[in-house]
């Protein structure tokens, strides 16, 4: 079958024959083999997958691996712009381009509540297939649990993947030197505020969408042109600012941004205001920092904005040596303030 | 700090601080920061881990690779014989081995609910370690996610593992031929009646404790020695009758099991009799299925009885053409009788 014409089918387990999850999918017996066979594999499938061993078995990666993993348990799990089925595929792609490297595989891991809708889980599987061929990515093993009524929430999922570090590529928070400069691929705050509105019931116009996206093209673009990378991270959970104090704390070295190079829309903004929440702390999925010598920042500009993913790239901030490991930044106004690391929860179940 | 020296210790994180996980402590900030720093990475730590990128770089495998997940929903937790811990570690570890592969590096995904005691949580981190430990594992990256209270159940976990495919090893249901051995390495049924004793609030005389151990020391003996091995598989959820089954419906050749053969421990035998287990459905966590050809049987044999995982070892039934397909076992008083798969769910939340 075709990735295509995989895709917008209706459930291939019918309502007639199971609505909604029974324990008895997690069971090991006959209920998991039906789900494997006739909802997973027909989408899913590909030759490794489908060797149905314990667990996969996968040709030789020549040169250093990448290994990531990641429990999503987003509520709600459909949001505007994706669902936690692509958000799981994109969250594990973009830490392996974190890690320098190309993403190759994925593990898939279910643990689903009881009574969850089999259309519903049905959804997600095609969101699965379809994020995982844009970004290029096999899902190779996986796993189901069902767990009772009040145990979970409807679903969570864990992805695992592995990839080939790219040759040549050095990424440590220890490489960044003075005078770095801090390029980000476009606004912040979308994925978070999308979510906390969906939750809320509130709505803003114009509408805000999540930023989940596959950033493994654009990144091996600028890998094979310009390998002179210091460091990246991806602005998830905690937002800009968790990551890049984060990368203060572990390089020992100070970042300052500029709040008027900081791209936040006007949706962000006002959602932002109206719940009370500041837009550096609040994560994304399809953001990456990238931290590199200032010389080759026109280069991988031009990288960057020639890829969909890649159109807001611009420059935010730097690395200096004064303050002794501080995130500070130069706001709108002309005051510089420090940026903390964040100490309760913001928005929980976000990712 | 040596391996030693980390075990039985106070958990790190004192009661005065944190005596239950916060929604905070999955939220990226400080919480997490902390429970990485002060918990996870004292325990478990390695140059790997502590790299602290948003994945692990590892260095080259030289071969083909083998990749297995699993989340584990164990309840309860802590049973007689191990706990949520060394569960996760050893279910990997041996998917790995079935796979043919030599065990190396772990990930490590926690889903945990609010409200949790801290001090479990350091009990099930502290197992973990030993049992990476005994099984020569190295966890190298991992991911912590904290539900609701009602939106979890105390602790979930996953673990993904690759591991190095042994060299000379071709395991596949389709290698099954007419004559070939079923050799298990001990009794059945321990794990799934442990905890289920343990969650009806049962005991028997003399206990029954859980078989969960790691068998890759004792399997990668025999892949050295004799590589001429058909098919492994972990008798886990579903039990022994699950997983011929499958390899029945994927090899298309039956097999024959000898009932006087199996062993099943007095206590177990009457603990499913009270409960109305069927002891060839119930989980294992410490048994491998061995098919081989029966030339190779006693060299196998001699092998797995040397370590003490396999002190109980023995052929229990053999591969043949009659039946198209089919599990069937020569019970005790001669007759023969269909082992099915099994269709509900008979023990759920067993691993």
């Known amino acids: 079958m075709t990735a295509s014409g995989r895709m917008n089918q209706q459930c291939p387990i019918p309502k007639e024959d199971y609505e909604n999850i029974l324990l008895a999918h997690g069971g090991g017996g006959k209920l998991t083999h039906q789900l494997i066979r006739r909802m997973f594999f027909p989408a899913l499938g590909n030759k490794i997958l489908e060797q149905a061993h314990d667990g996969a078995r996968i040709p030789m990666i020549a040169g250093e691996l990448a290994m990531t993993t990641d429990s999503f348990v987003v509520d709600p799990i459909f949001f505007p712009g994706g669902d936690i089925g692509d958000l799981a595929i994109n969250g594990t792609v973009n830490d392996l381009v974190c890690c320098g490297a190309e993403p190759l595989y994925i593990s898939l891991a279910f643990i689903l509540e009881e009574g969850f809708p089999m259309d519903d889980l049905w959804k997600i599987v095609q969101s699965i297939e379809k994020s995982a061929r844009k970004a290029k990515v096999t899902i190779v093993t996986g796993d189901t649990k069902v767990v009772e009524r009040g145990k979970g929430d409807k679903i969570y999922i864990n992805t695992t993947g592995i990839g080939q570090v790219v040759p040549g590529l050095e990424i440590a928070p220890e490489n960044c030197r003075e005078g770095d400069v ?71 070295m100070s970042i300052k941004l500029f709040e008027d190079q900081i791209e936040v829309s006007e949706s962000v903004r006002g959602a932002c205001e109206i719940m009370g929440f500041d837009p550096l702390y609040i994560a994304n999925e399809g953001k990456i920092l990238v931290i590199l010598p200032c010389e080759h920042s026109e280069q991988v500009l031009d990288i960057m904005r020639s890829h969909d993913t890649g159109r807001g790239s611009r420059i935010i901030g730097h690395v200096t040596k004064n303050h002794g490991g501080v995130l500070h930044m130069e706001t709108i106004i002309g005051s510089t303030r420090i940026i903390d690391m964040i100490s309760g929860e913001q928005l929980p179940r976000i990712c």
């Open 182 to 252: 801090v390029i980000i691929n476009g606004s912040v705050g979308d994925h978070g505020i999308a979510i906390m509105s969906e939750r809320a019931g509130m709505t803003f116009e114009p509408g805000i969408r999540s930023d989940t996206a596959p950033l493994n093209r654009m990144m091996l673009d600028v890998f094979r042109n310009q390998p002179d990378i210091h460091l990246m991270r991806d602005p998830t959970r905690g937002g800009l600012a968790s990551s890049l104090n984060e990368i203060c704390q572990s390089s020992g």
